[in-house]
């Protein structure tokens, strides 16, 4: 069974830029502006809540998410896989009962969502997106995400990652990596489907814990996740 994560050529990326300094973001502004309701879930932590607007611009993400959330499948499942100044990824069903130091990451349900991408929608700090196996239309997991940290890139950082990865960054792209930070070169690859809009900091503690060598936390991080009218 195929492993569900962010893979080599994301990995490489983040390598050849972790060692630059980061900076704390001052805005959680979600990616969509879309004026219709919005749903909105709260995922608990042993670090603090994060409140989460989920896009309307990406409805089958939405609606899954949805319907795992009210069926209780991410209830009690660990954030197994932290990358501090890259994510936080979590929903592995696998996760539920896993003894210590086991590794996490191939658990899913029998069904994948159809990839939904965004020129607006980008991989700021804070951004709910999908996990996925290396399947070539980039459908997403049904279950597990990330969530972005990243970190505030300058410029000249920017205008590296579009020679390592031969594509140009858009304005919106240059304005929010180089002011609230996140994780520019999953752009495109990851459905990013939610926005945290408040508990950005609940990201920073969860990134800053220890890991072993396969990124699981040395303490286990469970969740709970709930639906909330607002």
């Not at 304005?171 to 999953?186: A, C, N, S, W």
């Amino acid at each position: 069974m195929k492993k569900i994560t962010i893979f080599a050529f994301a990995a490489i990326i983040f390598s050849f830029f972790a060692s630059a300094k980061s900076h704390q973001t001052t805005s959680n502004t979600p990616n969509s502006m879309d004026k219709e309701k919005q749903t909105r879930v709260i995922i608990s932590t042993p670090y603090g809540e994060m409140t989460i607007v989920l896009f309307n611009e990406t409805p089958q993400h939405r609606d899954n998410f949805i319907k795992i959330v009210n069926d209780g499948v991410l209830d009690s499942t660990l954030f197994h896989r932290v990358i501090k100044g890259f994510m936080i990824q979590g929903g592995d069903p696998n996760s539920k009962h896993a003894a210590k130091g086991e590794m996490l990451g191939m658990g899913d349900l029998n069904y994948k969502v159809p990839a939904e991408f965004s020129e607006n929608i980008i991989h700021r700090k804070g951004a709910l997106a999908a996990a996925r196996d290396m399947n070539p239309q980039k459908a997403s997991s049904a279950c597990q995400f990330y969530i972005c940290q990243g970190k505030v890139y300058s410029a000249s950082e920017l205008n590296q990652l579009e020679r390592r990865m031969g594509k140009r960054f858009s304005d919106l792209q240059r304005k929010v990596y180089t002011t609230e930070g996140g994780v520019p070169f999953l752009d495109g690859d990851y459905t990013v489907f939610g926005q945290v809009e408040k508990g950005l900091e609940v990201i920073d503690k969860i990134a800053a814990v220890q890991t072993d060598k396969n990124d699981r936390p040395l303490e286990d991080i469970r969740m709970s996740v709930k639906i909330i009218d607002k």
